[in-house]
C-alpha cells in the first residue's frame, strides 16, 4: 500500500521560506497525482497545491498564489512544495494527499483524495 511521507517543517521567520518534500515509502511517486492540503489549529483542513502526474498540471489555493511552488523532480520519486514569503496565517499541519486528479480549484481538491501522508508542522513566527 502506498504511504506518502512528508518533510521538511519546521520553524521559520515571517518572510521566510521552507521546502516541503512528499515521497512514497518504498513506491516512485512518479504515476501519481499529488496534493499539498494544510490544518491550522481550529480550522478545517484546506487544499493548498496539487500536480499532475506528468508535471504539466498545477493548482494553488488563492491565498499561496504567488508565493508557493510545487513540483516533482525529474525522475517523479519526490513532490516538492516550495513556500516563500511565509505569513503567521501559513501556520499548520502540512499534508500530501495522493489525488485522483489535480482539480483547477484547490476549493474541491478534498474530495480527490485517496490517500493521506502524517503531516509535517510548519510554524510561522517571529
Known amino acids: 500500500q502506498l504511504q506518502l511521507v512528508e518533510s521538511g517543517g519546521g520553524l521559520v521567520q515571517p518572510g521566510g521560506s521552507l521546502r516541503l518534500s512528499c515521497a512514497a515509502s518504498?513506491?516512485?511517486?512518479?504515476?501519481?497525482?499529488i496534493g499539498w492540503f494544510r490544518q491550522a489549529p481550529g480550522k478545517e483542513r484546506e487544499g493548498v497545491s496539487c500536480?499532475?502526474?506528468?508535471?504539466?498540471?498545477?493548482a494553488y489555493a488563492d491565498s499561496v498564489k504567488g508565493r508557493f511552488t510545487i513540483s516533482r523532480d525529474n525522475a517523479k520519486i519526490t513532490v516538492y512544495l516550495q513556500m516563500n514569503s511565509l505569513k503567521p496565517e501559513d501556520t499548520a499541519v502540512y499534508y500530501c494527499?495522493?489525488?485522483?486528479?489535480?482539480?483547477?480549484?484547490?476549493?474541491?481538491?478534498?474530495?480527490?483524495?485517496?490517500?493521506w501522508g502524517q503531516g509535517t508542522q510548519v510554524t510561522v513566527s517571529s
Open positions: 494527499a495522493r489525488l485522483l486528479a489535480c482539480p483547477a480549484s484547490m476549493v474541491v481538491a478534498g474530495v480527490m483524495v485517496r490517500s
Open positions: 500536480i499532475s502526474s506528468s508535471g504539466i498540471n498545477t
Open positions: 518504498g513506491f516512485s511517486l512518479a504515476s501519481y497525482t
